[in-house]
């Protein structure tokens, strides 16, 4: 079992990251035309950095405890 890490110093950055990119891109669409597909091209290529970059922060890991079983608490 693990958890994401959210207080390592590059999550929030690349999350904003990949929020203007994407906004980015839908305003490209909306542009339309060869600028517009460029736009596009530039802003996929932004969120897939971030993205990458968000993939490759290490996980937090935990140990499993010795006795897994659920007991109701009623």
Do not use: C
Not at 30 to 54: D, E, N, P
Not at 56 to 69: A, G, K
């Amino acid at each position: 079992p693990f958890t994401l890490d959210i207080d390592h110093k590059r999550w929030l950055p690349n999350l904003k990251a990949m929020e203007q990119a994407s906004r980015d891109i839908d305003a490209a669409k909306k542009q339309g035309g060869l600028g517009g597909k460029l736009a596009q091209a530039w802003g996929s290529l932004r969120a897939a950095r971030a993205f990458i970059a968000l993939y490759t922060i290490p996980v937090i890991r935990h140990q499993v405890p010795e006795v897994t079983r659920l007991e109701p608490t009623y």
